[in-house]
């Protein structure tokens, strides 16, 4: 209970911080590049939900550097004519783009495993896995998924991920580096540790999709965590598993605040951070035991004292195993 409260502390603080300061702190992030033409030529990336808000500015930006970028969405009609505009945009400079669309839902965990076998197919070493797309259901009804009968919240921005990063890891692997970066949430700061919200209907009075929200976010970045203290203990030592909060962004993630505040920041300078966790050198110096939490500023930050606690962090690695049916010993049998 005193962990939780110091939890809901912090995360006050933390939001009073981005609410005032966000724009002075990035203030500077505005004016140099953070990844240049051509700069991240011969790298192959995925990006999950990449047709709009971050996703979609973040894909952008890494295209036009030259990476090889799969946009791994579940409305393929729009991510085609999104990649075909960005090639219009550069073919009158003699230029061509390396983008290709690939289906994935993630409220589905048979689409998540498609998705991951047509990859495999590709026989490609997978550089940097982006984990951006999410969900947040303000003032609706308790959902669950239809093909695996868990809390939409849950499954979208914690269960799939987590499914998706575990079937591409071989792929990673065969890169010299990789890194996983996953968009999280300063909301994560009023989630709470119980699993069995993933898969269990409560009373509707009780439920909440802002917290379900955050919770979902909690448990993620601390399966992050686990996920890289695991590999590294394995002999892994090229892990880079970093969580990323981009700010509180004006998006498509909550239709009521389309209308951009004054102090929100745009999707652009919200894909800034996630951009530089994806790409800059210096995050490895950051790095403990793998893991890593950044913020808007593209700076290290401040997370849950619930994801400090590495007991709570490997209990929700086990129960994420559980969920998607796989062996506790999965990293040990798997290509690592």
């Not at 970045?221 to 962004?249: D, R, T, W, Y």
Request: charged share 20%; glycine share 6%; net charge neutral.
């Amino acid at each position: 209970m005193e962990l939780q409260r110091r939890a809901w502390v912090r995360g006050i603080w933390e939001a009073l911080k981005e609410i005032l300061l966000q724009k002075l702190l990035t203030y500077k992030l505005r004016s140099s590049p953070l990844i240049l033409p051509n700069h991240l030529a011969t790298l192959n990336v995925i990006v999950t939900g990449a047709t709009s808000g971050i996703g979609l500015q973040t894909a952008r930006e890494l295209v036009m550097a030259g990476a090889n970028v799969v946009m791994a969405c579940r409305n393929v009609n729009a991510a085609n004519e999104i990649a075909q505009q960005w090639k219009s945009e550069v073919r009158q400079y003699g230029r061509t783009l390396n983008v290709k669309v690939m289906e994935v839902d993630l409220l589905s965990l048979n689409s998540v495993r498609q998705f991951a076998v047509e990859w495999d197919q590709l026989s490609m070493p997978l550089h940097i896995l982006i984990n951006n797309a999410g969900i947040l259901r303000m003032g609706e009804r308790q959902r669950f998924s239809e093909d695996d009968g868990i809390e939409e919240h849950f499954q979208v921005n914690h269960v799939a991920p987590a499914l998706l990063t575990l079937l591409l890891l071989p792929s990673m692997l065969k890169a010299t580096t990789w890194r996983v970066v996953s968009v999280n949430s300063l909301a994560h700061h009023w989630g709470q540790v119980d699993s069995k919200g993933w898969n269990s209907r409560i009373e509707e009075h009780k439920f909440s999709g802002t917290k379900a929200y955050g919770s979902s976010k909690l448990v993620h970045i601390m399966f992050l965590k686990a996920l890289a203290i695991n590999l590294v203990e394995l002999g892994c030592n090229s892990v880079q598993c970093i969580a990323v909060h981009p700010g509180i962004v004006a998006s498509n993630l909550v239709p009521g605040f389309k209308k951009k505040a004054f102090w929100m920041l745009d999707t652009s300078e919200g894909a800034r951070s996630v951009l530089y966790c994806a790409t800059s050198n210096d995050v490895v110096d950051n790095l403990d035991k793998g893991f890593a939490y950044y913020s808007s500023n593209c700076k290290p930050g401040k997370m849950s004292p619930l994801a400090d606690k590495l007991e709570i962090c490997l209990e929700i690695w086990e129960e994420t195993l559980k969920i998607l049916g796989l062996d506790d010993k999965y990293l040990s049998t798997s290509q690592i």
